[in-house]
C-alpha cells in the first residue's frame, strides 16, 4: 500500500515494515517527532515511506537495482540529518549473499564476502547496510550504546495481480 502524504494521519511507526496510522484533524506545528535539535515533521516522515514504496523503487528486492536505488536514498538521508558513516564505505556496509540453487525461496547470509568465491557466479547476491551514528554528549553515557535497527528490502516483482507486479511494502 502507498503511503498518501495529502491525507493526514496519526501514526505510531511499528517497525519498518509496520505503521499504524488513523485519520485525524490537521497536523499542528507542534505535534512533531524531537531527537535532540532534530526535529522531523509527521509529513516528512510520511514522504521518506513513500519514496520508499514507490514503483521507482521496484519493490527493493535485495540485490537488485531497486534496492540500490533505495539505500543511496536513505544515505542521502542520514547524511541531510548529520549522522556519521559507519560502512565500510561512507554508509554502505557491503553484505554477500547467495541465492538458493533453484533461484526460489530466501536468500542465504553468507559468513564473509570471500566466500562468495565458493558460489556459482548465477547465484551471488551482493547488497548493503546502510550504517550511521548519532553520537552522544553525556560524558558518563559515551561509551553506551543504543541500536535502532530496520531492514529496507522488499519482496521486489512479482507476477502481476490485477495488472501490478511491484510489491512496494511500507
Given at each position: 500500500r502507498?503511503?498518501?502524504?495529502?491525507v493526514e494521519r496519526r501514526c505510531v511507526v511499528v517497525d519498518a515494515q509496520n505503521i499504524a496510522c488513523h485519520e485525524r484533524e490537521p497536523l499542528?506545528?507542534?505535534?512533531?517527532?524531537?531527537?535532540?535539535?532534530r526535529v522531523i515533521a509527521l509529513e516528512q516522515l510520511l514522504m521518506n515511506l513513500s519514496k520508499l514504496a514507490d514503483?521507482?523503487?521496484?519493490?527493493?528486492?535485495t540485490g537488485t537495482r531497486g534496492n540500490e536505488k533505495a539505500a543511496r536514498?536513505?544515505?542521502?538521508?542520514?547524511k541531510s540529518i548529520g549522522l556519521v558513516p559507519l560502512g565500510d564505505s561512507a554508509y554502505f556496509q557491503k553484505v554477500?549473499?547467495?541465492?538458493?540453487p533453484t533461484g526460489r525461496g530466501p536468500l542465504r547470509l553468507l559468513d564473509n564476502w570471500s566466500d562468495l568465491d565458493s558460489i556459482p557466479a548465477d547465484r551471488r547476491v551482493t547488497s548493503n547496510n546502510i550504517i550511521g551514528m548519532i553520537p552522544g554528549s553525556d560524558p558518563v553515557l559515551k561509551d553506551q550504546v543504543v541500536v535502532i535497527a530496520a531492514h529496507y528490502d522488499a519482496i521486489?516483482?512479482?507476477?502481476?495481480?490485477?495488472?501490478?507486479?511491484?510489491?512496494?511494502g511500507a
Open positions: 502507498k503511503f498518501r502524504p495529502e499542528r506545528v507542534s505535534e512533531v517527532i524531537r531527537s535532540e535539535e514503483d521507482y523503487m521496484e519493490g527493493r528486492r536514498f536513505i544515505a542521502r538521508e542520514m554477500a549473499f547467495a541465492k538458493t521486489g516483482i512479482v507476477p502481476p495481480v490485477n495488472g501490478d507486479s511491484i510489491v512496494n
